[in-house]
């Protein structure tokens, strides 16, 4: 299945994947994933917002356990995330069908759309629209950076748009979805660990920071009766790792914008972009408040103006404790282990999105360098088996409850 995978949508000079929603890369990699499923005799099917669906035993019967991720990639992306999750549900199936695992409920493999959101700027724009988190009319009036629109990249792409939309009676079918994932941090190099659940998702926000000074010379303007915000928001940026630091949380300047932008010319306005996450509401609160009390401080300091704008912000996604234990002691059940480590995330994913409809967990394949979203992510191919056992044991036990 790696080898496979493995050219689609790569970009010979960085070495990275390019797979963005409904381009001919995902177009590729969905032909990949239909092959898959009808290689193995599973029933395929595309749902009203064009995520895929592999069945073994009847979709339209209840309770169904559900497993799966994505395909689609940030710009540059590594080969794991998202496929890693894909890729290991197809070998679970097979690991089970060797076993001889005769399944009492339905059991389904999914390709969520559009994950990365490095296309539309939306993340998990598939599994929000099922879930009834994006509104349709937005979703039809989100377009990319060639004016393209979601519903003309999805025509385009072969996929019917016109029923986008709540996909409620579908999710209702789901007992239990369980997405495994590369591990996306270090988490599980540091515990000595190939796998690990997920406890939840880390609330997480942007704010725009608006410094507004005075621009003028380089060269003449006496650094006294400079009006600079620069120093104001390199002062920031300083501030927001030492809050992250002091609360074990993090934050992130990471996009930034200058005008006039002239080498010789002082600025009138730099703006910049704090990603901020914390494992929970009051920390993140704490370190934002942090920041931006520091931010005013500094703006005050160089007479420059500040403005704070909150763009967005996702609460915290607690994965559902009972199936979290359930995982747990079938994991430790099968193996000869007494814990299985149970882990936060920084980040996003479609499981996190459907706990809001559905009974969700997630498992972790450790990722030795941490690194991911770049074309150094990495898992080992030990660790890679030890996910795709993981995976088939928590199948196994739950379509036998
Ligand atoms: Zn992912």
């Known amino acids: ?59 339209e019967a209840q309770d169904a356990v559900v497993t799966g991720s994505h395909l689609d990639s940030v710009p540059d992306g590594g080969a794991f995330d998202g496929p890693l999750g894909v890729v290991s549900s197809f070998a679970a199936l097979d690991e089970l069908r060797g076993r001889g695992v005769e399944f009492g409920k339905p059991l389904a493999i999914v390709n969520f759309g559009d994950e990365e959101g490095a296309r539309f700027g939306l993340a998990c724009v598939g599994s929000r629209l ?17 004016g393209i629109s979601l519903p ?42 190939q796998v690990g659940i997920a406890s939840a998702i880390w609330p997480h926000g942007r704010w725009r920071f608006d410094f507004r000074g005075e621009a003028n010379h380089a060269g003449t303007t006496r650094l006294v009766d400079r009006r600079d915000p620069m120093l104001s928001y390199a002062e920031t940026v300083l501030a927001a790792r030492r809050e992250a630091h002091l609360a074990g949380a993090v934050a992130t300047f990471g996009k930034i914008s200058v005008e006039p932008n002239g080498v010789n010319a002082i600025p009138s306005l730099v703006r910049g972009w704090l990603d901020s996450r914390a494992a929970d509401q009051a920390t993140l609160d704490t ?51 007494l814990e299985v480590p149970v882990l936060g995330t920084g980040a996003g994913h479609d499981a996190g999105i459907l ?3 559905v009974p969700t967990a997630m498992l972790f394949v450790r990722n030795p360098t941490g690194v991911s979203h770049s074309p150094a992510e ?3 191919e030990d660790d890679c088996v030890a996910g795709v056992i993981a995976l088939a044991d928590v199948l196994e036990g739950l379509t036998r409850r």
């Open 1 to 59: 299945m790696w080898r496979d995978l493995e050219p689609l949508g790569r970009n010979a000079g960085s070495g990275g994947y390019r797979r963005y929603a409904w381009s001919e890369a995902d177009v590729e990699c969905r032909a990949w994933f239909r092959a898959q499923a009808e290689g193995r005799g599973l029933a395929y099917e595309v749902d009203r917002n064009g995520n895929q669906w592999a069945w073994l035993g009847d979709p």
């Open 130 to 146: 099922s879930a009834g988190q994006l509104g349709v009319e937005q979703a039809r009036r989100l377009t990319d950076a060639d």
């Open 152 to 193: 003309q990249a999805m025509e385009r792409a072969g996929y019917d748009p016109t029923a986008i939309g709540p996909d409620p009676e579908r999710l209702a079918r789901i007992g239990a979805f369980v997405e495994l994932h590369v591990e996306q941090g270090r988490a599980l190099d540091l515990s000595g660990d």
């Open 287 to 337: 370190v934002v408040t942090g920041i931006e009390k520091a931010a005013r401080e500094y703006a005050d300091t160089h007479g420059v103006e500040l403005d704070i704008v909150r763009e967005s912000f996702t609460p915290v996604v607690e994965f559902e404790h009972a199936l979290r234990d359930e995982i747990a002691r079938i994991l430790q059940g099968a193996s000869d282990r």
């Open 355 to 357: 706990s809001g409809s």
């Open 378 to 380: 990495y898992a080992a």
